[in-house]
């Protein structure tokens, strides 16, 4: 009984420690998905107008429809994770460019019904290393579907998925 209470408590101080650190949901309601990080590779990019790298990750719905081509829409339940850093040089060897600076974490959730108004995708980012949500208001979504009417005839999605042999 004792060690079942210990337990508990030991659970219970876990769950309030994980909350007190979890970031802000973004001001769309839009909240950083549990365990992104442990999330496989869909694509890399680099922008050369922001000299940052980004790693597009996939939950496991997104990564399933990523290798099997069914990316024309993107299912429901596909979530992109988009982690982008500010270039830096590899000082051992200067003409290697590496991930410096974390810049933020952005996410794309796709749920046709839910984000009508953003052509089925929920748009969220949080800045630094600090996870601080993006934007003033629920509106701060409209700005990244501006962006992505680029890329309509791809389900607004930039990221090309990569082969992996």
């Known amino acids: 009984m004792k060690k079942a209470i210990g337990l508990l408590l030991w659970l219970t101080a876990v769950s309030v420690q994980a909350a007190e650190s979890a970031?802000?949901?973004?001001?769309?309601?839009?909240?950083?998905?549990?365990?992104f990080k442990e999330w496989r590779i869909i694509g890399v990019s680099q922008?050369?107008?922001?000299?940052?790298?980004r790693a597009i990750l996939g939950n496991p719905a997104a990564v399933e429809a990523?290798?099997?081509?069914?990316?024309?829409?993107?299912?429901?339940?596909?979530?992109?994770?988009?982690?982008?850093?500010?270039?830096?040089?590899?000082?051992?060897?200067?003409?290697?460019?590496v991930?410096?600076?974390?810049?933020?974490?952005?996410?794309?959730?796709?749920?046709?019904?839910?984000?009508v108004a953003t052509g089925g995708w929920g748009f969220a980012r949080w800045l630094g290393n600090a996870l601080v949500p993006y934007g003033k208001d629920a509106a701060f979504d409209q700005e990244c579907f501006q962006c992505h009417g680029a890329v309509k005839a791809r389900d607004y999605v930039f990221t090309r998925p990569v082969v992996i042999p």
């Open 47 to 53: 922008r050369n107008d922001k000299q940052s790298l």
């Open 99 to 115: 991930p410096g600076e974390l810049q933020h974490v952005e996410f794309m959730v796709k749920d046709a019904g839910k984000y």
């Open 23 to 35: 970031p802000a949901a973004a001001p769309n309601g839009v909240t950083l998905p549990a365990y």
């Open 66 to 97: 990523a290798r099997q081509g069914r990316t024309q829409p993107w299912p429901d339940g596909a979530i992109l994770a988009k982690i982008a850093w500010k270039d830096a040089a590899l000082p051992e060897w200067p003409a290697a460019i």
